[in-house]
């Protein structure tokens, strides 16, 4: 199951053009994100753990502009687990419909912030992962 949030579009959020700045959605993006980690319970094992996320890829695609007062509604769902990443998909609609904004999967890893280097995923660290897993339906 994905989790979703709605961001409400706002005169800050336009650039020039007087829609949605294609930067921008990288920061819709990252809040669903940190969203989806606090609704899950991972971010408390993350901020008393010596361990962080670091995005390394993101691939996204734009599919209509967003424009003042529109309500995107992001969903946020874990795509694969591997080894040592993981990659996120993300859905921007239009709220209450099925027209599609953008639409991204960013691939991280976890870092072991005592090596600096991408931690194996495994024990623990796995299953925190594995929570932010779609369950079976």
Known sequence: MSHVIEIKVRGY?????RH???ARYLEFLEEARWSMLESRGSLA???NSHYTLAVV???IDYRRAAYMGEVL??????KTIGNRSCIMR???TLKGTETIVADADVAFV?????????????GELRTVMERLAPSPE
């Open 13 to 17: 959020h336009l650039d020039l053009f």
């Open 20 to 22: 949605v700045n294609n």
């Open 45 to 47: 094992f993350f901020e």
């Open 57 to 59: 890829n993101i691939n």
């Open 73 to 78: 509604s992001i969903a946020t769902s874990m």
């Open 90 to 92: 993300q859905l921007v």
């Open 110 to 122: 976890i870092v072991d912030t005592r090596t600096e280097k991408a931690a194996v995923l495994e």
